[in-house]
């Protein structure tokens, strides 16, 4: 019975394989026939030339002229006529002291003055000149002034007088306030506010000792505030400190316009110096991707259609391109009128197929 059953068996088994030899024929052939799709990219022919070398670092703006405003008298602030971020013209007043002790001393000095004057008159007689000065010699007019209290009291009504004209707080400079400290009715001592010119602000920011070439006083600069991101501002470099630090860095300052009056004391700012620098092979940041651990374009081949990876050397970047140039370690070629692919290269290896994508 045993024996029966394995010849039974046996044709079943060929049968199956046999089926599944067809089958796995069926499949290489399909394979053989198969062609890859090509891979749809985007490209640009390389040209040489000028290239856009940004050098980047932060700094905080303070107004290029600004001024802390004391009273020069102490008193109690009866007026305040300003509120931080307004506008006021040079000349204008700011805040007005309490001026009832000022008055009361005014007029007792100009009373002072009064008696003083009639002394005065006294004395000069008494020396025997009369009442008319102008034949007194010097020295001794200068003695009967003293005497008669004629010099004591003219010091003292000028001094009223000052102190009248002090309960005003003037703005020197045209500019916004800023850092009112004081309330009406507190005594006046110490800094009451600022005056801030923002037409122009200044900056300090560090560069590498390696990109002093690159940066002269009079250089382009772009400023832009960490909370902005509409655009940047004008500036220029305005000094050049002429040493080099412990880490390596120089201390650059520039002076950047206001253009539309919404840059601010103490804002932090992103500085861009741009430089252009001639005769380079420029291709966007993204024709530039890793391979093996280097940096490689991918070039078209005219003739095949195919994607030929180059090893290049990465001399210059700034924001949105690079500045490259062939890998001679890795004996590359890169010509000015190669066609570099700039998009759909992340995937790509050497002599994968590629078509341009339509336009």
Known sequence: MKKIALFAIVPLLLSCSGRESKGGGADEAAKAGYTAKPNIVDTILLKRGVFEKEIISNGRLRAVTKSELTFRNDGVIAKISVNNGDYISSGGVIATLDDKLAKLQYESALLKMDKAKLDFADALIGYGYGRDSSGVPKDMLEIIKIRSGYK?????????????????????????????????????????????????????????????????????????????????????????????????????????????????????????????????????????????NFDVVFRLDRSTGKAMWTYVTVELSNSTSHAIRANADKNAELNAGDIIIVSGNLNLADGSNVEIKSK
């Not at 400079?173 to 800023?178: D, E, L, P, R, Y």
């Not at 309330?183 to 800094?191: D, Q």
């Not at 600022?194 to 037409?199: G, L, R, S």
């Open 152 to 292: 004591s009291a003219l010091s003292d009504l000028k001094n009223a007088s000052a102190t009248l004209e002090n309960l005003k707080l003037i703005a020197p400079i045209s500019g916004k306030v800023a850092n009112i400290s004081k309330k009406c009715f507190e005594n006046s001592s110490g800094v009451f506010c600022t005056i801030i010119d923002d037409k122009k602000f200044e900056t300090d920011f560090n560069i590498l000792e390696s990109e002093l070439g690159y940066v002269r006083k009079g250089s382009r600069v772009k400023v832009r505030p960490f909370t902005d991101t509409e655009g940047y501002y004008e500036g220029y470099v305005d000094q050049i400190n002429p040493v080099v630090d412990e880490r390596g860095q120089i201390m650059v300052k520039a002076v950047v316009l206001n253009s539309n009056g919404k840059l601010m004391e103490g804002m932090n700012v992103k500085v861009v110096i741009d430089n252009m620098v001639p005769g380079k092979l420029v291709v966007p940041k993204g024709a530039v991707v890793m391979r093996d």
